[in-house]
């Protein structure tokens, strides 16, 4: 693995399999700046959104490509109560907590822990009292490559007091290959949920869950992400989709995809698979004037977030799956990216 300095003391990393794929990540919000797949005819696509340069990631607003912690998702009204003491916390989305604040993981320079052609670890320890949330914590971030065409990122976390812990990578794809002016309504994208949360105007829950059946939010089958675009109220909510889904069993145990994603050529495939209860499905509604690498500014809904941890404001909403840290335990989870280069009919 080589490693290039960069303005601001940011570091630059990549990763590569020889003939595989070849991905860059940074120091500075231990981001994903790039995944470059080699297709079937010989070529490499850029599949992840990302600005010209690591200076400009401080520009944007859009949290490409970062680690997000310590709570990734809203927390309504920036505060909860634990165990009979209400916390409170930086609003930085409205009233609303999101991503762990205004100064979350996401803006920090990150450790390196150890570094190989084909495995990165960065590390962060966020003190007590940071963005208003509990004790101490000290969290790694393993980004690895493994031999099918496939990114494997690890997350770990300890902490010093009891404190909501949600640890994701907020990597925008779009499988055609990244312009400024692309989309990914012709993806076709498949998620293993029954269930999705509802939301308010303000994007913070109305109800625990509500079935997909029957609904704009029914991707239990391939199909495309443009279609019943806007029809929906929720999606008018958001402006397109920016809601989590309740994972089914065996895809919360990491045992089968929580997500298959198609590009709209046909060329090029993706499975994610993680071991976390839900995921936040974005669709990059507010991307628009967000820098590109390409040149020009991204407009809205040129990539897909595809964000697995607990769902929004489960710090006051703890139900089946408890988002709270105690001292004397470690977080544990992972999210694996697997590409498929295999051409195929794009036909739902």
Known sequence: MTSQAVPKETQVFVLERPGGLRIQVMDLGATWLSCEVPLATGE???????????????QQTAYLGATIGRYANRIASAQFTLDGQIHQLTANNG????????????TRHWSLVSQSEQELVLALDSPEGDQGFPGRAQVQVRYSLTDCLGVLIEFSAVVSAPCPISLTNHAYFNLDGCTWNGSIHTHL?????????????TLIPIDTS?????????????????NDWLQDEQMRHAQGYDHSFLLDAEARRGTRPAVELRSGDGLVGMHLYTDQPALQCYTGNFLAGTPAREGGAY???????????????SPNRRLSVDCV????????????????????????
């Open 95 to 106: 009233p609303h907590n999101l991503h762990g604040g205004p100064q979350g993981f996401d």
């Open 189 to 201: 994208l498949r998620l293993a949920a029954q269930d999705y949360v509802p939301i308010d105007s």
């Open 210 to 226: 509500r079935e997909v059946t029957g609904s704009a939010f029914d991707f239990r089958k391939l199909r495309p992400i443009g």
């Open 299 to 313: 407009v809205a809904h040129a990539g897909i977030a595809l964000e697995p941890g607990f769902p929004p404001d």
């Open 44 to 58: 490499r696509r850029e599949v992840l959104l990302g600005c010209p340069g690591p200076e400009q990631y401080t």
């Open 325 to 348: 840290l105690q001292p004397g335990q470690q977080h544990r989870s992972f999210i694996r990216y697997d590409f498929d280069i295999s051409p195929v009919s794009n036909k739902a």
